[in-house]
């Protein structure tokens, strides 16, 4: 790759990255290009140099934000399969995760817009979902394949809603203890 093509492949990567925390933080409808190239350092008519829609980018960030814990758990040397539930739940559930919106899990930030979506991103939220109910099926204990598939639906969504039910409260008090009750309840049923 040359030079000019280098450059524009992080300018590219730089304006994705932007995207893909602003779109969790303020809402797929909550930022507009001028003021996403604005905070990239970058001109609205630079855009189309890299994207043939905001559809596309928009495609190209949830992405970015639907891989973003997995990325982490690698840039950390984990391999994401070798986090224990214990582990993840814990992190997933804690004040730190539910005060970063913008780095946090996508389902949890944008679960409403997410459904109200068109068919490229719903799609690409579809397989993420699906993706990350197999893991978290990997993670739990039961009998056979499919009540570890029940228990793994179940507590996902315990996670998602109480993540988003804490950023709600404006009671500190009230938000942490949704977070503590939830993981404390998650775990004891992955458990069994």
């Not at 970063?100 to 817009?113: I, K, M, R, S």
Request: aromatic share 6%; charged share 30%.
């Amino acid at each position: 790759m040359g030079h000019s093509q280098l450059e524009k492949q992080k300018t590219h990567d730089r304006i994705v990255e932007i995207a893909s925390r602003r779109l969790r933080e303020k809402g797929l409808d909550g930022i507009g290009v001028a003021d996403l190239m604005k905070e990239a350092g970058l001109t609205v008519g630079g855009f189309y140099k890299h994207f043939a829609s905001r559809d596309d980018m928009v495609a190209e960030a949830m992405e970015l934000a639907f891989g973003s814990w997995d990325a982490k758990m690698l840039a950390q040397g984990k391999a994401p399969s070798d986090v224990s539930f214990e582990d993840y739940a814990a992190e997933y559930l804690s004040l730190g995760h539910r005060d970063n919106v913008e780095g946090g899990c996508p389902f949890a930030a944008l679960t409403a817009d997410l459904a109200r979506s068109g068919e490229k991103c719903r799609s690409q939220a579809t397989g993420r979902l699906k993706s990350n109910l197999g893991k978290m099926t990997a993670r739990m204990t039961a009998a056979d394949e499919e009540k570890a598939r029940r228990k793994a639906i179940i507590v996902s969504s315990m996670m998602t809603g109480a993540l988003g039910l804490s950023r709600i409260s404006n009671d500190e008090a009230l938000s942490a203890e949704i977070l503590s009750t939830v993981r404390e309840f998650v775990e004891d049923f992955a458990s069994r």
